[in-house]
Structures are given as structure tokens and as C-alpha cells.
């Protein structure tokens, strides 16, 4: 009986220190990353004025900036912002005094990410923009602000790893700002940052 005894217990030492013996692994995988992507280039207004058309310069820079969580699989979500002038109206009067009227829009976007296939992705965010119009004339200037509340964007991007924290690339993307039902697109330079 004691032979028993003392071969359960040198069984359960044994099987209590094999078990508890194995390390954690040390080399810690990271699953989630972050990134910020800073974009710049070119943005053309889709023309629906009624009044100047004619004189509306409608092409300009935009500029956008993302940040992403990026966890390990096929989804990112982040939030994006940017600014973006839609167009530009000069006109002048039979005196050769002129007046100019600009829009330009600040989006503040919740936007989901997908990775299709390396490198390649499409996105699609809706959101918030405020809408900057500035009317200047003869020794008068007015400047409003306007809360747009039903905007989105669809965007299709290629971002190539250049190292492990830098990504380079182009995004194709189109916007509509619902409080004026204004559309543009732009074509962007970009440059991300994986923290």
C-alpha cells in the first residue's frame, strides 16, 4: 500500500512540474498596429452651379489625413479628416470691380478599410464636414459656416511597405457633401506611417 502511495505521488509531481515547466514564448506578436497616412494632390469639384459655372475654377490641392487600427485581419478602422476647396467664382462688373466666392470643406469621417489583395484597398466612410463659404465684393467681405451632417466617401488605394513603418502609395477617392449636394474626386499622393 505504501509502494502505492508513493508511486501516486511521484506520478503527480511529475505531471505538476511538466506541466507548469513550459515558458511563455518571448518572442511577443504584435496582432494590432496603428497608422497614420498623411495625403496631398489633386481635387476636381463636379460642376453643378447654377450662377457662374462659366468662371468657377474647380480644380485645386486637397489634402487628407487618416489614422487606422489595424488589426490582424482584412479590416481597419479609423477616422479621417482633410480639407478640400470645391470651387472658386470670380466675376466682374461693367466698373472692373470684381467679387469672388469660394466653398471649401473640413470632412470629419468614420471610415472602414478592406484589404483586398496586397497592397491594394477599398474603403467607404461616412460623417460629418463643415462647409467654409467666403463671399468678398466691393468693400464687403462675408464669411459662413455650415454644418453638413450626411457625407461619405469611397476611395480604392494602393500603399506599398517601403520598411516596416513606411508606406507609400495612391488613393483614388470620390466624396459627396450632402448639405449642398456637391460631388468631387481627387487623386492623392500618400504617405502612411505604421506605429
Partial sequence: MAKRQVFILALSLFLSYSAFSQRADSARVKRNHYSLAVGIGWAHYINTLEMGKDDASINSAGVSLKFFWEPEHRLSLGLETGF?????????????????????????????????????????GAGLAVMFNKVTGVGTKINSNIL????????????????????????????????????????????????
Fill in 148 to 195: 453638413s451632417l450626411s457625407n461619405y466617401q469611397a476611395s480604392a488605394s494602393y500603399i506599398y511597405p517601403l520598411t516596416k513603418h513606411w508606406q507609400v502609395g495612391g488613393e483614388f477617392k470620390v466624396l459627396n457633401f450632402g448639405k449642398a449636394s456637391d460631388w468631387m474626386y481627387t487623386l492623392q499622393a500618400v504617405c502612411a506611417v505604421r506605429l
Fill in 84 to 124: 478640400y476647396r470645391l470651387y472658386k467664382v470670380r466675376s466682374k462688373t461693367y466698373t472692373d470691380t470684381g467679387g469672388q466666392a469660394t466653398m471649401s470643406a473640413m470632412p470629419l469621417l468614420l471610415t472602414v478599410r478592406m484589404r483586398i489583395i496586397d497592397h491594394f484597398y477599398l474603403s467607404a
